[in-house]
């Protein structure tokens, strides 16, 4: 008897683990898909083009004012004259912008990354409508077609992570719960001997208790460290995603199924025990 419910408990913990392991995988999924967009949101390019008869006092000014604005990723304003913009074109095509002869069409130009607070279509809307409004700006281009697909792609990719993860949390409970219960099958007459012999519920419970929190950390444990192995070899086979990794959002989800597996483990016991407390002797047989 005590080797069929070791190995019943056995199968319980490979079995919430597994269901873990499975969550966790859609959770790190979502966590770094987020990543990416994020990334992407915040690598979104404002180019500015100053008017021709601006002075390089005025520019210097200009890059200042707008350094300063709150749009602005930090560190990622940068300057090209024109002159330095017809020296990369004539480097990259071969020949000098002179040899057709006409003068450089090019213009002074700003460009900055938008800090990730402003990266809504209402607050790029604000930030292109308030740098047009400056007189020593030509022209404004901002990625906004960019912008519209990665919202519209993030909406849609987080209903349907919600949806699923929904129902496979539903699937999972109920397979963790029969599991559970499965396991505890073998402990009904026990139980019932136990309260007929005058044991108090909370007496009988506790120890069935105290067997859930122990599996519950074990199959965590167990599921935590599949997913650790499968970040790591997912490093190890592409490096490049590292910095996409966001530590408190891992450490959330880490968190997050240790609880859950706990605690899925301990409302199941206490849900089957109490079944089985409630039961007339003649319903154990």
């Known amino acids: 008897m ?4 070791r190995t019943s408990f056995g199968y319980s913990i490979i079995s919430v683990a597994l269901v873990l392991l499975l969550l966790g995988i859609i959770g790190l999924t979502y966590i770094q898909t987020n990543s990416l967009v994020n ?9 500015i083009e100053i008017k021709p008869a601006v002075t390089n006092d005025q520019i210097k000014i200009l ?3 707008i350094n300063l604005g709150p749009f602005v990723k930090p560190g990622s304003l940068t300057y ?20 057709f002869g006409f003068d450089n069409p090019l213009f002074d130009i700003l460009q900055f990354k938008l800090n990730g607070e402003h990266d809504s279509e209402e607050e790029i809307a604000k ?12 022209a404004v281009y901002i990625q906004e077609g960019m912008l519209s697909n990665i919202n519209d792609y993030l909406r849609k990719g987080t209903a349907i992570a919600i949806a699923i993860g929904l129902l496979f949390l539903i699937v999972a409970v109920s397979l963790i719960f029969n599991t559970i219960r499965l396991s505890l099958y073998s402990n009904r007459m026990l139980i019932k001997n136990m309260q007929l012999v005058g044991a108090t519920r909370r007496y009988i419970k506790k120890p069935y208790l105290w067997q859930a ?8 444990m167990l599921a935590l460290s599949a997913l650790l192995g499968i970040l790591l070899l997912i490093h190890y086979q592409l490096p490049e995603v590292a910095y996409l ?3 408190s959002k891992l450490i959330f989800l ?3 199924l240790m609880l859950m597996g706990i605690f899925i483990y301990l409302v199941s016991t206490q849900v089957v025990i109490k079944k089985y407390l409630n039961m007339r002797i003649d319903e154990a047989y």
């Open 2 to 5: 005590a080797i069929k419910q």
């Open 39 to 47: 990334y992407f949101k915040e690598n979104i390019s404002v180019l």
């Open 63 to 65: 890059k200042e004012s």
């Open 80 to 99: 090209t004259s024109k002159d330095r913009g017809a020296y990369m074109l004539s480097k990259e095509f071969g020949k000098d912008l002179s040899t």
């Open 127 to 138: 930030t292109k409508k308030v740098l047009e409004g400056n007189p020593l700006i030509q």
């Open 213 to 220: 929190f122990t599996n519950g950390i074990i199959s965590s």
């Open 245 to 247: 990794e966001n530590t």
């Open 254 to 256: 880490f968190a997050g």
